[in-house]
């Protein structure tokens, strides 16, 4: 009980301060790949790469309840629509799993990241989960948030990223060990420009507007 608690009030918390530090954030620590991370509000981060993120991760972010269940049936029917469509994997579940668990595959986990993607949905709010989400995932080897792979790939603060630069950022995701800017791999170049395409795509959307500008 006290455990659960303790998770709850941390929880809650987070509403309005960001984690001071994450398992993942530790893991990197652990392994020498360093920790390089800056928070930053909602306000200073660009919408450019806040619709990135939507249209590389979760296009159906603000219509879902945490979890995107067309994209689940697709990946259990092993669609394939694009070279580059994402996973079942919702921002609102990669924010919990960053942000309360560990990187791995288990049940255990697995069932854990369903409890903490219901309770951030029904607590935070999209607008603060995307923020948070936006703060703690990484984005390079050691390099973690927007802000600070902001200043790592462009010299430059999050809010002034354009759209090319964020579709570059967004492309390194869900793998940035795999996806690299530094240097610059073909993956990220084909990546990046489906990204755009589909941010042209989404722009419109209202529910999108709205949640992403500043």
Not at 75 to 82: E, H, Y
Not at 83 to 92: D, L, P, Q, V
């Amino acid at each position: 009980m006290y455990l659960f608690i303790s998770h709850l009030v941390y929880l809650v918390l987070l509403k309005w301060i960001l984690p001071p530090i994450t398992i993942t954030q530790m893991e990197s620590l652990v392994l020498g790949e360093g920790l390089k991370k800056t928070h930053v509000s909602s306000s200073k981060i660009s919408n450019e790469i806040k619709l990135a993120v939507i249209a590389a991760e979760d296009q159906q972010f603000p219509y879902h309840n945490g979890f995107d269940l067309e994209s689940i049936k697709k990946v259990l029917n092993k669609s394939k629509n694009s070279n580059f469509s994402r996973g079942a994997s919702t921002i609102s579940q990669q924010t919990a799993k960053n942000v309360f668990l560990w990187q791995g595959r288990s049940w255990l986990r697995k069932g854990l990241e369903v409890y903490f993607t219901l309770m951030i949905e029904l607590i935070w709010g999209k607008e603060r989960i995307l923020t948070v989400y936006l703060n703690c995932i990484e984005m390079d080897n050691g390099v973690f948030g927007i802000e600070a792979a902001s200043q790592h790939y462009f010299q430059q603060s999050a809010k002034n990223l354009n759209k090319r630069e964020a579709s570059y950022i967004a492309a390194t995701l869900p793998n940035p060990k795999l996806y690299t800017i530094i240097p610059l791999s073909n993956l990220i170049t084909k990546k990046s420009s489906w990204i755009r395409r589909q941010m042209r795509n989404l722009q419109s959307d209202e529910k999108i507007k709205k949640l992403i500008t500043n």
